[in-house]
């Protein structure tokens, strides 16, 4: 047998501090018959990739400022050969500067930057001769202040936004708008829920759930302070109108453990109770400017809006703010207070802002309002309106008036990191909306490069210098050419990851995704004449598909080990997702067929991760009794993804029919 020899024992040996004879396998591990492994040394890192943007800036300035010079030197050209008088206020010195020969430019691209050689000397002299060819052509002056904040490379061609391939979020969003349009015409609660009598410890067990679970994607509320003005003293819970409403509230989450807890079957009763609970037990002081009210309110209108019926939503989250603001004004105005009750409490009051946020930004996305670029949507808005124009500015004015979480001293230290990872991903988004602002946009057909640069700079600086190492992961892990048993190994042995760090590195991937995605080529079968992929495009489809890969990845990581919902990261997932479906080429039978557009080692692999997202889906979104309308459209489109790629559903899980009380093996 052969053996190459290494440097540094293997892994057996050097976990069990054994003597390595250094062969491939080595002699111990042979005996034994086990794995003979080494550890490869990380490659260093890509320059030319890490420094491509920043050469493209540099390039760009130095075209535009040979293109500036060019112009200047053929303005003196034009000048010398007119033979326009000079007017009498011209001074003898700019006689002088008109008969001077050409001004000599040279410019040079050194090792260590840019370099402009002249004979202009001084800021003064430079003005002096930009005077004077004004005064001799009447022309207006040759230098100004940008109109806009985009212009910061003045002249540079802006980059054409493709059409963005989006088949897998537009049939998430027509399901789910079918569902908003059946609410429209059926009533907002459920019959036959007063028979039902839930356990009298669903509450608290209910409670537990939802602290565990709501941490990973925000924190909303102080558990301390909850539990102290609204579960310890209470005698009854169900007595209680805010807890009423937080258990009708929980119960509509897309959440497993939920599930677990409370039967599918029974969920429609269970939430409907305590919905009639809450709402019986606000109902006499449904005017009082307290916390009760002001809460009860706003879980319920989360409460409709996790069942899709926006209407109602937007009636309580009114009622919410309302009473909000007079809270904000008279009771939590004022500085906060030392005393840890009142602390607490005022704490609970503003972190209650990201259920207005949430509530928000969902009702917008059933008005396609926010992150599905979709087509003749004005006549559909119109139709429904969801949310009125005043509402939808006083949530914004709301938000705006919204302070940080403040850490307190009696939270875990599980707590001050989800709460510093809800932080990080604000910020993320932060960088990205001017982006997504003017992309977005229908009007917009070209975006500017500097703004692009701009943003994708930001974000790579805010993830890799400002968010601290311990809420990312090991540089190691997203190496290319990794196995999937690689990956996994090397997120094992990762002492900072989690499902906080494992979910803003999804964030970070997604936003990539955001930028480039406007940017990917055309494939045929969306256009037919699709155009022609220059250097840019080619590098936007190289970072979707290296970000699309590591989503679904870091997220097998999290359902598949950590039995985490992907409701939390459904836009990250389908995101994704889309990128994989475009990058498959499903609309060729042979991929062979479809390397003129994209590698065929990417179309296979692809393909492949297009079953792997069906199966993650299946595994890690649980639907709601009220998503019936979703999962058959979500059925029709798995239909269509295995016909496109001619396979049959693999008998390889289990599939619990949601709407069934057994569980089939309809894979």
Not at 641 to 665: C, I, K, M, Q
Request: proline fraction near 6%; glycine fraction near 4%.
């Amino acid at each position: 047998m052969t053996s190459k020899v290494k440097t540094a024992p293997c892994e057996g040996c050097r976990e069990r501090k054994k003597k390595c004879s250094l062969g491939v396998p080595c002699v111990r591990c042979v005996r034994l018959g086990i794995n003979c492994q080494y550890l490869k040394s990380a490659p260093p890192p890509d320059l030319d990739y890490l420094y491509t943007v920043e050469s493209y800036k540099l390039e760009a300035n130095v075209k535009e400022l040979e293109r500036y010079i060019a112009s200047l030197e053929g303005e003196i050209r034009r000048l010398k050969r007119s033979s326009v008088t000079m007017h009498p206020e011209c001074s003898s010195s700019t006689d002088s500067i008109i008969t001077r020969p050409t001004t000599n430019w040279q410019l040079t691209l050194g090792e260590y930057g840019l370099r402009i050689d002249t004979d202009i000397r001084s800021c003064d002299d430079l003005l002096q001769r930009i005077r004077a060819f004004g005064m001799l052509s009447g022309m207006p002056p040759l230098y100004k202040r940008p109109s806009s904040c985009s212009s910061a490379l003045p002249g540079l061609q802006p980059i054409p936004r493709y059409a963005v391939s989006t088949h897998v979020r537009h049939t998430h969003f027509r399901a789910i708008h079918r569902c908003v349009e059946t609410n429209n015409v059926q009533p907002a609660l459920d019959p036959g829920g007063d028979a039902f009598r839930p356990a009298k410890d669903l509450p608290l067990r209910l409670f537990e759930i939802y602290f565990l679970c709501r941490a990973h994607y925000t924190v909303d509320l102080h558990r301390p302070t909850f539990y102290a003005l609204f579960v310890n003293n209470a005698g009854d819970l169900e007595d209680s109108p805010v807890a009423c409403a937080l258990c009708a509230d929980i119960l509509t989450m897309r959440c497993r453990r939920v599930q677990g807890l409370v039967p599918f079957q029974q969920q429609i009763e269970a939430r409907t109770y305590y919905y009639r609970r809450a709402r019986e037990l606000i109902g006499p002081r449904f005017d009082e400017v307290t916390l009760v009210s002001y809460l009860t309110y706003l879980f319920l209108a989360r409460h409709f809006t996790n069942l899709v019926y926006p209407k109602m939503a937007c009636r309580y989250m009114t009622m919410a703010l309302r009473i909000r603001h007079l809270l904000a004004a008279a009771v939590y105005s004022g500085p906060r207070s030392t005393d840890t009750m009142k602390a607490g409490e005022a704490e609970l009051f503003w972190r209650s802002h990201a259920i207005i946020y949430y509530v928000g930004v969902k009702i917008q996305f059933y008005n396609n309002q926010r992150g599905v670029p979709m087509r003749s949507m004005a006549a559909l808005r119109r139709k429904t309106r969801l949310m009125s124009a005043e509402l939808r500015q006083e949530i914004t004015g709301v938000l705006s008036q919204a302070a940080a979480a403040t850490p307190l001293p009696d939270e875990t230290a599980a707590e001050t990191r989800y709460r510093m990872h809800a932080a990080f991903s604000e910020t993320i988004w932060g960088i990205l909306r001017p982006f997504l602002t003017h992309s977005r946009s229908p009007s917009i057909a070209d975006i500017p490069v500097e703004l692009f640069v701009r943003t994708e700079q930001s974000l790579s600086r805010y993830f890799y210098k400002e968010v601290p190492p311990s809420h990312r992961l090991q540089l190691s892990i997203f190496e290319d050419d990794l196995t999937d048993n690689a990956f996994r190994e090397r997120i094992r042995n990762d002492p900072s990851f989690d499902a906080c760090s494992a979910m803003l590195t999804i964030r970070y991937y997604e936003g990539l995704i955001a930028l480039h995605e406007p940017f990917l080529p055309t494939l045929p079968e969306r256009c037919w004449k699709p155009r022609h992929a220059d250097e840019f495009t080619m590098r936007a489809f190289a970072v979707c598909y290296r970000s699309a890969v590591m989503i679904v990845r870091l997220l097998e990581c999290l359902i598949m080990d950590e039995h985490m919902c992907c409701d939390m990261m459904t836009a990250s997932f389908l995101t994704a997702w889309d990128i994989h479906v475009r990058n498959a080429c499903l609309g060729f039978a042979d991929p062979e067929k479809a390397h003129k557009y994209v590698p065929v080692r990417v179309v296979k692999t692809s393909r492949d991760y297009v079953i792997r997202c069906i199966h993650l889906f299946r595994k890690g979104y649980h639907y709601d009794p009220a998503d019936r309308l979703v999962w058959e459209d979500h059925q029709a489109m798995e239909d269509e993804f295995f016909r496109a790629l001619f396979a049959t559903r693999p008998y390889v899980s289990e599939y619990g029919d949601p709407w069934t009380a057994t569980t089939t093996t309809a894979w």
